[in-house]
């Protein structure tokens, strides 16, 4: 299983940005996914998850009303639109998938796609 993440940038403060992250490999739509996200000198931290139908979302409450995750089944894609950006939103981003869990933490991830990074000016 691979997990190719992309669409960061350099963004000013208040704009969006959205990226994506296709998945090859196993059945897309048996993995919950997620993406995460690590600043410079921080602990990556989780950003949102979104169950294997797309029913149900959660997001750390950094993000909430800022950020909406979404997923294509039909694509083997997941998405994180991201809204009103915040210069401490800048980090990597990290799309994960786990094929046996409901929701998703750092400990419950079977696979890790690479980094986008993302930066926000002030």
């Given at each position: ?8 940038g ?9 990226l ?5 490999g196993r ?27 797309g029913g ?21 894609t ?16 990290y799309?994960?998938?786990d ?5 998703i933490?750092?400990e419950?991830?079977?696979?890790w ?7 926000v000016?002030s």
């Amino acid at each position: 299983v691979q997990l190719q993440a992309s669409g960061g940038g350099l963004v000013q403060a208040g704009g969006s940005l959205r990226l994506s992250c296709a998945v090859s490999g196993r059945t897309f739509s048996t993995y919950t996914m997620g993406w995460f996200r690590q600043a410079p000198g921080k602990e990556r931290e989780f950003v949102a998850d979104i169950s294997r139908s797309g029913g149900y979302t959660y997001y750390a409450d950094s993000v909430k009303g800022r950020f909406t995750i979404s997923r294509d089944n039909a694509k083997n894609t997941v998405y994180l639109q991201m809204n009103s950006l915040k210069p401490e939103d800048t980090a990597s981003y990290y799309c994960a998938a786990d094929p046996v869990y409901a929701r998703i933490t750092l400990e419950r991830v079977k696979y890790w796609g690479k980094g986008t990074l993302v930066t926000v000016s002030s």
